[in-house]
């Protein structure tokens, strides 16, 4: 089912990022040093891609990170939206605010026309739901759909009768290879400040099990987890893209398969017909982790 990429790994550019940044408390110039991509993902002929970042709104320098190595690795791996895992606005929620932790953050994915698809956090206020630029028009859960794969945004914050019913509903008609859900909150995951949350765990897992979801991206603890597989589904945590709880999993837990608390990070998806290639980035650029998945309902 899963062999890893290491075979893959190779150094397809360097891709310079050296932009002056003028300090506000002096004069000096900020050179950045060449950012050293290194891509494990095939990057195949009319493939899916997209990156997936959570727990963002921060407007921290962190936050700036990420989306500037973002940004490099795009220039190796041209992905076309960005999944976003909800707490997109911690604190208030003004237009400034979705400008300082948001848009200008990613202004230059933004400007190269790269969407973004959110979910709601617990911090999360509705009205983020009518923010053009999180493509969720004015749902709080939704579905859209790329080539073969579905994509399905729900909001765990209130996993309601309502909500829940959509999703049966939707799921039970839909002849995607593919249905990925994402949201904030994780069924599974090995962080000491909120881990596993185990009550949404039992009302979406048996859906997620019944009508064929592949793979299911959360948040909400400030690290990144890949999960071993739960009743054949792929869980990751991708929960530092603007904030980090640094040493935050527990060791050698039974849930882990792989998991970084010491950076943020983002991550980068390429679907290659039943194939499912990932790969894990921090700030810096390090790869965290890579692999690929086959799609568990289909025959070899
Ligand atoms: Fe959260």
Avoid at 32 to 42: E, F, G, I, Y
Wanted: with cysteine; net charge positive; aromatic share 12%.
């Amino acid at each position: 089912m899963k062999r890893f990429l290491s075979l893959f790994v190779l150094v397809v550019g360097l891709v310079s990022t050296s932009t002056s940044q003028s300090l506000t408390n002096n004069s000096k110039t900020v050179v950045k040093s060449a950012t050293l991509v290194k891509l494990a993902l095939p990057i195949k002929d009319g493939s899916l891609r997209f990156a997936v970042i959570g727990d963002t709104g921060s407007g921290s320098v962190g936050q700036r990170d990420v989306a500037n190595m973002m940004l490099s690795y795009r220039q190796a791996f041209p992905f076309d939206f960005v999944l976003m895992m909800g707490d997109n606005m911690y604190g208030s929620e003004t237009p400034k605010d979705f400008e300082k932790k948001f848009s200008d953050v990613y202004k230059p994915l933004l400007d190269a026309k790269v969407k973004f698809y959110a979910a709601l956090g617990n911090h999360d206020l509705p009205l983020q739901t009518n923010y053009e630029r999180f493509n969720m028009n004015g749902k709080e859960y939704y579905r859209f759909k790329k080539g073969n794969v579905a994509f399905y945004a729900l909001n765990s914050t209130y996993m309601d009768k309502k909500q829940i019913k959509w999703m049966e509903d939707e799921l039970a008609s839909d002849t995607s290879e593919w249905k990925i859900c994402f949201f904030h909150h994780p069924p599974y995951s090995s962080a000491k400040k909120h881990g596993s949350d185990k009550q949404l765990r039992e009302i979406v897992e048996p859906i997620f099990v019944k009508y064929g979801v592949n793979v299911v991206l959360t948040g909400h603890d400030h690290v990144y987890e890949r999960i071993k597989p739960q009743k054949g589904i792929y869980y990751f945590v991708s929960g530092a893209g603007g904030q980090l709880r640094s040493g935050d999993v527990k060791k050698d837990s039974p849930l882990t398969d792989k998991a970084f608390d010491r950076d943020m990070h983002f991550m980068l998806f390429e679907v290659v017909g039943d194939q499912l290639y990932f790969q894990a980035i921090s700030r810096t650029g390090e790869t965290i982790d890579a692999g690929v998945f086959a799609n568990q309902r289909r025959k070899k």
